[in-house]
C-alpha cells in the first residue's frame, strides 16, 4: 500500500513540478507583488506592505468601467449564449433531414480561422471609406439612421462586443448540448408519451433534468470565460481599450504591466487578485446550486 | 378489453440507404387477443415483436391495417388516449424522480375532467406500488435498486393509470436469471388479480409458455401459430414453430414416407396412414423416445448425461441433420448396459412430419 502510494507519487511528479512552477509559484509571486507598496520593478525596492494597491485600483475610474464592462459582458453573454444554443441543439435534435449539415454549419465558426472572423464582423459592423457596413444598410434600408458601432456610442459598441462573443462560444456549447440531447434514453421519451405527457412537459420535467449537468457545466465554464474576455475585445476596438471605455479586467491587468501607460506590476496584480476573487466566489456559488438542483 | 388486428402491416425504409427500399417489420397479422388474457408474442430476435407491440400501444403507426380495443378503433388515437401501460425492457424509469414522482407522472398529466386531487393521486401511486410490493422504497431514486425492483415501479408505473391493456417488452431480459422467475411469477400474478389483457414480448420460449394463456409465435415478420402453450408444443403448424418450441430443441431428420410407413434410412420406424409417398422432414421431440432394445430406431451411442430426475442420451443418427440428436428417458432406464449402439421405439404422438417444400405440418394415423 505504501510502496504504491510512492510510486503514484513518482508519477505525478512531473504534473506537479510544472503545475508548481508555472502555477503555484506565480500564484504566491502575485500575492506578494499585491501588497508590496511602490514595488520597483528595475531597482526590486518598495516602500512598504499594506493594502494600498487594492485601495489604488478600487479608486481608478479605468479599474470601475473594466469591471462595468465585464459584468455587462458576463451577464448578457452567458445565459443568451446558453439559451440560443439550447434552443439550436433542440432543434437539430428533432429534425431527421439534412441534419448533418445544419451540425457542420453551426461548428464552422469553431474551426474558423480568428483573422477570418473579424473579417467578417469588420464586414458586418465596421464603417468604412466605401460602406457603413452591412448591419447599416439594414438600419438604413429600414430607415434608421447610420451608428458607428466601432467608435459610436456606448451601447453600440457594448451590443457589438456580446454579439460577437455569443457567436464566438456558440459552435462548443450546440456541440456539447446535442450530444448530451442525444445521449439521453429514447426509451424515455416513449414512456412518457405513453404516460400521456405534452411536449413541453416533456421538456421540463425529463430533458431539461437530464441535461443538466451539462447546461451547469456550460454556465460554469462560460461565466469563468466572460470574465477573462480581453483578446476578442483588442481585435474588435484596438489595443487601446482604456479610450474606447471598451477595457475589461483582464485588459486593465495587461495595460496595467505592458501598455503605454504600463509598469505597475503591483497596481496589475491587484487588479488580478481582486479579478481571481470574483471569479471564485461566482463560480463556487454555482456550484451549490447546480448541486441544489440535481439533488431535489 | 379484447384486441383485434386487422391486416396489421408495418414497413420500414431500409435502414441501410445504400440496399434502399423497404423493410417489412409486420407483415399482414389477422388475429384477435381475447379479453383478460396474457398472450406471449415470441419469436426470434428482430422478427418484428417489439414493432407489433408498438403500434398496439400507438408509438408507431402502422402502414396499413386497423387495430381494435373492443369495438373502438384505435388505429388513429396517440398512445394517452388508448389506455395502454407500457413496460419497456430498460425500464425507463425517470432517473432523477423518486420512486412515488416515477409512479405519479401519468396521474399528474391527467386533464380535464380526469384530473386527480393530490391526495387521490397519493393513494392511486400508493395502492400501485402494494401492487408490485415496493411500498417501502417509495423514496428511493431508480439507481439505489436492483434491476428487479426498478421494474417493478415500471409496472406499477403502467398499471397506475389502470389501463385497459397492459404491454411488456421483454420485461425480464435485464434481469439475471433467478428475479428473472420471481419476476415471471410477479408478472403472472399481478395479471390474474388485476384481470387486464396483457401481451407480454419475448424472444425466450420458456418464459412465453411458462406464464403466457397463449402464445402467439412469428417469425421474419410473419405470424405463424397462435393457441395454449401446450397446444402449439403438442401441435405444430410448421418446422419453424416446431423448431422454436422447447429445450432441448426438437430433433430433425430426413425422412421417406413409403405404404403407410415412415423410414429412417432404411429402417421403418413407424406407422405414418393416410400420407401419399413422398420425402419428409420428421421432427422428433427428445421425450419422444423410447429406450428399447427391439426398438427399430438404430443410433450410434455417444455419451449418457445423467441429470437428477431426467437421463439425457446424446447419440448419433445417419438420417440426422445435426451432428447430435437429444434423446430425454427417465433415469430410472437402466442406461448401464449400454455400449456403442442404442436401439428406441417412438412415441408417435411425439413426432411431427413436415411438407420438404412448404415445411408445413403433415397430418397422420400411426395405428
Ligand atoms: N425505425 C426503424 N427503421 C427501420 N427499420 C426498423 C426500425 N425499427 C425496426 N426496424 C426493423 O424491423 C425489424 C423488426 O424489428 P423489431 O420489431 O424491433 O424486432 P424484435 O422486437 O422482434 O426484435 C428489424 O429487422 C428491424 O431492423
Ligand atoms: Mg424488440
Given at each position: 500500500m505504501y510502496k504504491n502510494s510512492a510510486k503514484a507519487w513518482l508519477y505525478l511528479l512531473p504534473a506537479l513540478i510544472f503545475l508548481s512552477v508555472f502555477m503555484i509559484y506565480p500564484l504566491f509571486d502575485v500575492m506578494i507583488y499585491s501588497v508590496?507598496?511602490?514595488?520597483?520593478?528595475?531597482?526590486?525596492?518598495?516602500f512598504g506592505v499594506g493594502a494600498y494597491n487594492y485601495r489604488y485600483v478600487l479608486r481608478d475610474p479605468y479599474f470601475l468601467q473594466a469591471v462595468k464592462n465585464t459584468f455587462i459582458l458576463v451577464i448578457i453573454t452567458v445565459p443568451v449564449s446558453t439559451g440560443v444554443a439550447l434552443l439550436i441543439s433542440l432543434g437539430l435534435n428533432s429534425i431527421q433531414k439534412l441534419r448533418d449539415l445544419f451540425q457542420t454549419i453551426f461548428f464552422l465558426p469553431y474551426v474558423t480561422n480568428t483573422l477570418a472572423v473579424g473579417l467578417v464582423f469588420m464586414i458586418l459592423f465596421k464603417k468604412t471609406p466605401y460602406s457603413d457596413g452591412f448591419i447599416n444598410l439594414i438600419i438604413n434600408a429600414f430607415g434608421g439612421s447610420t451608428i458607428?458601432?466601432?467608435?459610436?456610442?456606448y451601447w453600440a459598441k457594448m451590443f457589438v462586443m456580446c454579439f460577437y462573443t455569443v457567436w464566438v462560444v456558440m459552435p462548443f456549447k450546440i456541440l456539447i448540448l446535442t450530444s448530451a440531447l442525444a445521449s439521453v434514453d429514447k426509451d424515455l421519451y416513449k414512456a412518457a408519451k405513453v404516460d400521456g405527457a405534452t411536449s413541453f412537459r416533456i421538456f421540463r420535467k425529463i430533458t431539461l433534468p437530464m441535461i443538466s449537468p451539462m447546461i451547469f457545466y456550460l454556465i460554469i465554464t462560460g461565466f469563468i470565460g466572460a470574465f477573462k474576455a480581453y483578446s476578442d475585445e483588442v481585435a474588435i476596438f484596438g489595443t487601446n481599450l482604456n479610450a474606447a471605455g471598451m477595457n475589461t479586467i483582464v485588459g486593465y491587468v495587461y495595460d496595467m504591466l505592458y501598455g503605454d501607460s504600463g509598469g505597475y506590476p503591483s497596481y496589475a496584480s491587484a487588479a488580478a487578485l481582486i479579478l481571481f476573487a470574483i471569479v471564485l466566489t461566482i463560480t463556487c456559488i454555482n456550484l451549490l446550486a447546480s448541486r441544489k438542483t440535481t439533488i431535489s | 378489453m379484447k384486441i383485434v388486428l386487422e391486416h396489421l402491416t408495418k414497413r420500414y425504409p431500409n435502414r441501410n440507404k445504400k440496399i434502399g427500399g423497404f423493410v417489412v417489420a409486420v407483415d399482414d397479422f389477422n388475429f384477435e387477443i381475447p379479453d383478460g388474457q396474457l398472450i406471449g408474442l415470441l419469436?426470434?430476435?428482430?422478427?418484428g415483436k417489439s414493432t407489433t407491440l408498438n403500434m398496439i400501444c400507438g408509438l408507431e403507426t402502422p402502414t396499413e391495417g386497423k387495430i381494435y380495443f373492443g369495438d373502438d378503433d384505435v388505429t388513429e388515437l396517440p398512445p394517452e388516449k388508448r389506455g395502454v401501460g407500457m413496460v419497456f425492457q430498460s425500464y425507463a424509469?425517470?432517473?432523477?424522480?423518486?420512486v412515488r414522482q416515477n409512479i405519479m407522472f401519468p396521474l399528474e398529466n391527467l386533464k380535464g375532467a380526469q384530473k386527480l386531487t393530490k391526495e387521490e393521486m397519493e393513494r392511486r401511486a400508493q395502492e400501485a406500488a402494494e401492487m408490485v410490493q415496493i411500498e417501502r422504497l417509495m423514496d428511493n431514486k431508480p439507481s439505489e435498486m436492483s434491476g428487479g425492483q426498478q421494474q417493478r415501479v415500471a409496472i406499477a408505473r403502467a398499471l397506475v393509470k389502470r389501463p385497459r391493456v397492459l404491454l411488456l417488452d421483454?420485461?425480464?431480459?435485464?434481469?439475471d436469471a433467478r428475479l428473472r422467475l420471481q419476476t415471471r411469477e410477479e408478472i403472472r400474478r399481478i395479471q390474474q388479480e388485476t384481470k387486464i389483457t396483457t401481451v407480454f414480448v419475448t424472444h425466450d420460449q420458456e418464459e412465453a409458455m411458462s406464464i403466457s394463456d397463449m402464445i402467439v409465435v412469428m417469425s421474419a415478420g410473419v405470424f405463424q401459430q397462435m393457441g395454449k402453450p401446450q397446444d402449439v408444443y403438442d401441435h405444430p403448424k410448421n418446422l419453424f414453430v416446431a423448431k422454436f418450441l422447447g429445450t432441448p430443441a426438437i430433433n430433425v431428420f430426413d425422412g421417406t414416407i413409403r405404404d403407410g410407413k415412415l423410414y429412417l434410412g432404411d429402417d421403418a420406424v413407424m406407422n405414418a396412414g393416410g400420407v401419399e409417398d413422398q420425402d419428409v422432414y420428421v421432427g422428433i421431440r427428445p421425450e419422444g423416445f423410447i429406450l428399447d432394445d427391439d426398438g427399430p430406431m438404430h443410433c450410434g451411442l455417444n455419451r449418457v448425461e445423467v441429470m437428477g430426475r431426467d437421463t439425457t442420451v446424446v447419440s448419433t443418427h445417419p438420417?440426422?441433420?445435426?451432428d447430435m440428436i437429444r434423446v430425454i428417458i427417465p433415469s430410472e432406464s437402466r442406461t448401464a448396459a449400454l455400449e456403442n449402439t442404442v436401439n428406441f421405439s417412438l412415441k408417435p404422438f411425439k413426432v411431427h412430419l413436415f411438407d420438404k417444400e412448404t415445411e408445413e405440418a403433415i397430418p397422420f394415423l400411426s395405428e
Open positions: 508590496e507598496e511602490g514595488y520597483n520593478s528595475a531597482s526590486q525596492t518598495y458607428d458601432f466601432i467608435e459610436g456610442p | 419469436g426470434p430476435s428482430g422478427c424509469l425517470y432517473p432523477h424522480l423518486t421483454e420485461p425480464l431480459s435485464n434481469l438420417s440426422a441433420q445435426s
